[in-house]
């Protein structure tokens, strides 16, 4: 392959994880505005759309392999291929969160959720991934160090929205059919927070393989 035309390959492949993450982040915030409303079409066009994602998954997958394996690049090429192969996992897992968020939607609804208690944290789950992406994009290793520290503030969410959903359910005063629903409905809810919690994690992840693309520094790598 002509220089040019490999440096074009580059190009390309950071194009594309771009527009895979697009669609996650659609997906993604298409679940969780499926959540609020309690909107089971939406849901389901979330979990239809997964079969999308994790084909161009595959096919990114195997662009990378094929850069590696044919260009054989070295130093900051193969860190860029082998950062974006990563990233392309972490966006995969992200649509796989998305899709189970409409399926707790499609499992039925809840006051706790229309009550706009796991809103902010799905926003700020969703502006993390976004941000975390816009700097691999950018090659900015600023922004993916913030994106690092402000995970602490999106844990805290989690555990204080945690925390209310269960202190809620033990002073309940509904009767055992009622307590059973609840207890239905919690188990719903502790598991959306976690799902976030998780997009969370993987929009540091996705920082820490663009610091290590962009500076070799390996402080963000877990």
Request: aromatic share 4%.
């Amino acid at each position: 392959m002509p220089r040019e035309e490999y440096r074009e390959s580059l190009d390309e492949l950071r194009a594309d994880v771009e527009s895979m993450a697009k669609t996650v982040l659609d997906q993604l915030s298409q679940a969780l505005d499926a959540l609020e409303r309690d909107d089971h079409g939406s849901a389901r066009e979330v979990i239809d759309g997964d079969e999308r994602v994790n084909q161009r998954y595959l096919d990114l997958e195997g662009d990378c392999i094929d850069l590696i394996a044919l260009q054989q690049p070295v130093a900051s090429d193969l860190r860029f291929v082998a950062a974006s192969f990563k990233i392309l996992t972490d966006l995969e897992r992200i649509g796989d969160l998305a899709t189970n968020l409409a399926g707790y939607t499609l499992a039925g609804s809840s006051e706790v959720i229309s009550e706009g208690r796991i809103q902010n944290i799905g926003e700020t789950a969703y502006n993390q991934v976004r941000e975390a992406i816009d700097a691999y994009v950018d090659a900015d290793p600023e922004t993916c160090r913030a994106i690092a520290e402000r995970d602490d503030e999106l844990d805290a969410l989690c555990q204080n929205a945690s925390e209310a959903v269960v202190r809620e359910l033990i002073a309940s005063e509904s009767d055992r059919w009622e307590i059973e629903q609840l207890l239905d409905d919690v188990s719903r809810i502790l598991l959306t927070i976690r799902d976030l919690e998780r997009v969370g994690d993987h929009a540091v992840n996705i920082a820490a393989r663009t610091l290590y693309m962009n500076d070799s520094d390996p402080e963000l790598i877990y």
